[in-house]
T-cell receptor, first 114, second 109 residues
């Protein structure tokens, strides 16, 4: 059974540009969450989607957005990139709406903003 | 006050000893509790989850939950050098899974 797939693995962007990251959950998983991980802040919750609906959003500026498609694949977009957006972006999927069996993480996308 | 708090460590234990990792949380309505392990340069890996007060054992790992004290712990018995990693406590309340900053565990052979 394939795990959570995130693409691309690495990205280098310039300040002011925008970026789109992709996440394909485990087959059958309908809940997808996104996290930003940095050495100083740890894992910070960005948003969670279930059945194409955003159910919760973390404390990030509106430059961070996301969506989920009918096949449960999800994308997140960051516009007007800032140096501080450099981080590892992790996607996690879970089987049900409440994630009662936990969340499985993908390998992440490492974004570097220069 | 942070929503989920962990001692950053590092916690150093000799090989074969019991490692005890602790976590406190602020949201009394939290219902699900998870422990993740993260090796350097890798993504978090789920070790255990617990929902009810008391202990839950899985191999060398035991998770303990005390909702009245808003406290979760993870015990690792017979610690091995391969257990050296950062251990993340995660708490789910509503539709959000909140992580602690993690505790670095070092097992010395």
């Amino acid at each position: 059974k394939a795990g959570v797939t995130q693409t691309p693995r690495y990205l280098i962007k310039t300040r002011g540009q925008q970026v789109t990251l992709s996440c394909s959950p485990i087959s059958g998983h309908r809940s997808v969450s996104w996290y930003q991980q940095t050495p100083g802040q740890g894992l910070q919750f960005l948003f969670e989607y279930f059945s194409e609906t955003q159910r919760n959003k973390g404390n990030f500026p509106g430059r961070f957005s996301g969506r989920q498609f009918s096949n449960s694949r999800s994308e997140m977009n960051v516009s007007t990139l800032e140096l501080g957006d450099s981080a590892l972006y992790l996607c996690a999927s879970s089987l049900g709406a409440q994630g009662v069996y936990g969340y499985t993480f993908g390998s992440g996308t490492r974004l570097t903003v220069v | 006050q942070k929503e989920v708090e962990q001692n950053s460590g590092p916690l150093s234990v000799p090989e074969g000893a019991i490692a005890s990792l602790n976590c406190t949380y602020s949201d009394r309505g939290s219902q699900s509790f998870f422990w993740y392990r993260q090796y350097s340069g890798k993504s978090p890996e789920l070790i255990m989850f617990i929902y009810s007060n008391g202990d839950k054992e899985d191999g060398r790992f035991t998770a303990q939950l005390n909702k009245a004290s808003q406290y979760v712990s993870l015990l690792i018995r017979d610690s091995q050098p391969s257990d050296s990693a950062t251990y993340l406590c995660a708490v789910k309340g509503g539709n959000k899974l909140v992580f602690g900053a993690g505790t670095i565990l070092r097992v010395k052979s």
